[in-house]
């Protein structure tokens, strides 16, 4: 049964015919990389380094970031990876010492890495921390942003992190960086797709409203196709592309989100579990084939049962 197979199942990440998908943890702090790490995962595909500061007035010092951070990627130097954002401050994850005052519309505003274009000090101290944090765990470090909507952006911050000898990636979250997908992967290593916010603005419908749930729904087959076009950039650039929105935690979804050709999923440490089972179930064909009966379907209703179904045609 499909109960048992999640009980058994202890990785790695690989389809029923042998085609590697890293299962990767979205953790918040040390604690949370410690007890993901104990998961068989191969990695970190998401540290929210924001959540780290949620209670604190002022912006810690470079050292003590360093320290915070050192304790996220430590149980990881075992050689997995741990893939840093930096600050995702503003919106739905205020932070005091980071967030731009009086914008009427704080989705559209001054978030994510727009924070340093005013303030350049608070990424390159982030990223200062985060070199000494590698440097003394010696844990694989990739560094991404978050809120990236040009190419520019993802070639400063490229500029940036490289400088201190670390992979750096971009996330796609607005649907500009989804339509230039090739452009952004000639500045960067990887990139990662944040289905919540990618969601939020493909279907302009805010994440938070619960009265807007169908439209933040990522099996809208409009998102799958951002989520398609950006994993064939991938795989013509030979980088990986890994999803790490919530989108990654549903079994069903994730056998998809393969299908359409990216390489890791990122998500909660309770979901890998369920999600290494699912995919332990079926070929790269089914995944396939669930992927184009997704994107051909209207709507999500649509999408779900048009996966299931081919999934379990033959
Ligand atoms: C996302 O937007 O999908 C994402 C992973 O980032 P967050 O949920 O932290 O905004
Ligand atoms: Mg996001």
């Keep these: ?20 998908v890293k299962l990767l943890a979205n953790i918040a702090d040390g604690a949370s990389a410690a007890a993901a790490a104990k998961e068989p995962v191969d990695g970190v595909g998401l540290f929210r380094t924001e959540l780290c500061f949620l209670n604190r007035d002022r912006e810690p010092s470079v050292d003590e970031q360093a320290d915070i951070y050192a304790e996220a990627l430590a149980p990881y130097a075992d050689g997995r990876h741990v ?16 967030t731009h005052p009086d914008e009427e519309n704080p989705a559209l505003g001054v978030r994510g ?10 990424l390159h101290r982030q990223l200062d921390a985060i070199t000494i944090a590698a440097e003394r765990t010696g844990a694989e470090t990739w560094v991404m ?3 990236v909507a040009t190419t520019a952006e993802a070639r400063d911050f490229a500029t940036a992190v490289r400088g201190r000898g670390l992979r750096a990636g971009v996330m796609v979250e607005v649907p500009s960086a989804a339509l230039l997908a090739e452009q ?3 500045e960067v290593d990887f990139l990662s797709i944040g289905t919540n916010d990618l969601t939020q603005y493909t279907m302009a419908a805010d994440r938070m409203a619960t009265d807007l749930a169908h439209l933040t729904d ?4 409009a998102v799958l196709h951002l989520v398609a076009m950006t994993a064939r950039a991938g795989a013509e650039a030979g980088k990986p ?7 990654a935690a549903d079994p069903l979804l994730a056998a998809v989100l393969v299908g359409l050709g990216v390489t890791s999923l990122s998500m909660a440490a309770a979901a890998v579990r369920p999600v290494g089972a699912a995919l332990g179930a079926v070929t790269v064909t089914q995944c396939e084939e669930m992927a184009a009966a997704a994107l051909a379907a209207t709507d999500p209703v649509g999408a779900r049962a048009a996966a299931r179904a081919a999934r379990d045609r033959d």
């Design 113 to 122: 890495l727009r924070l340093s274009f005013a303030d350049p000090g608070l």
């Design 241 to 247: 592309v890994g999803v790490c929105g919530e989108a």
């Design 145 to 147: 942003a978050p809120m």
């Design 83 to 98: 893939v840093v954002r930096t600050l995702d401050a503003g919106s739905d994850k205020p932070i005091s010492f980071a």
């Design 218 to 221: 990522p099996w809208q087959p």
């Design 184 to 186: 952004m992967l000639a």
């Design 1 to 20: 049964s499909a109960r048992a197979a999640v009980a058994t199942w202890a990785g790695p990440g690989r389809t029923a015919d042998g085609t590697d």
